[in-house]
């Protein structure tokens, strides 16, 4: 039972466009989403983060977009470059110290 | 500020063998989770630790335990080692654990089990 959802394996993008990683989850009671990557052979690294009581956190070249509705967040890099290339984990926690709950990764690559 | 520590970053065990690894928090850091991944099935939740006492726990074997020590330092340990243990097994801190803490991984401890 996957509490959090990352349909895309991987996507294809090219240097200099938008890149659109999607996450879904089911757990209503999540309050905190975050966004990781990860490089082979290195631990996750936190990129940016977004609190239930927003729909937009931005840093840099990067943001991300919340729909409480729809249970469904995204991070969106503009423009992508090819350092990008990761696989990217969504990550979402309930209230009080629950662990953080991760979806499967994106594997994005930023083609030249 | 020293980011989490893991050691060591590479091992190979045999079946049966057990294994321990290390994990030292960022400083200031008193919540220590320690998360599995293995190919195709993303971060999973193994333990939390915080001020010394386990607050949360995966759904794993209890083959898998840690512990925690009062610098916050942790330690996981693996007994009767299987081939599906192989992994790499990720260490990270928060302040407190709470909701709203990011959590900071370390690089990782590559475990091969033969």
């Known amino acids: 039972d996957q509490q959090v959802k990352q349909n895309s394996p991987s996507l294809s993008v090219q240097e200099g466009r938008i890149s659109i990683l999607n996450c879904d989850y089911t757990?209503?009671?999540?309050?905190?989403f975050l966004w990781y990557k990860k490089y082979p052979a290195e631990g996750p690294t936190f990129l940016i983060s977004i609190s239930s009581i927003k729909d937009k956190n931005e840093d840099g070249r990067f943001t991300v977009f919340l729909n409480k509705s729809a249970k469904h967040l995204s991070l969106h890099i503009v423009p992508s470059q090819p350092g990008d290339s990761a696989v990217y984990f969504c990550?979402?926690?309930?209230?009080?110290?629950?662990?953080?709950?991760f979806g499967k990764g994106t594997r994005l690559s930023v083609i030249a | 500020k020293a980011g989490v520590t893991q050691t060591p970053r590479y091992l190979i065990k045999t079946r049966g063998q057990q294994v321990t690894l290390s994990c030292s928090p960022i400083s200031g850091h008193r919540s220590v989770s320690w998360y599995q991944q293995t190919p195709g099935q993303g971060l999973q939740f193994l333990f939390e630790y915080f001020s010394e006492t386990q607050r949360n726990k995966g759904n794993f074997p209890g083959r898998f335990s840690g512990r925690q020590f009062s610098n916050s330092r942790s330690e996981m340990n693996v007994s009767t080692l299987e081939l599906g243990d192989s992994a790499l097994y990720l260490c990270?801190?928060?302040?407190?654990?709470?909701?709203?803490?990011?959590?900071?991984f370390g690089e990782g401890s590559w475990l091969t089990v033969v």
């Open positions: 990550a979402a926690s309930s209230p009080g110290n629950t662990p953080l709950v």
């Open positions: 757990n209503s009671m999540f309050d905190y």
């Open positions: 990270a801190s928060s302040p407190t654990g709470d909701t709203g803490n990011t959590i900071y």
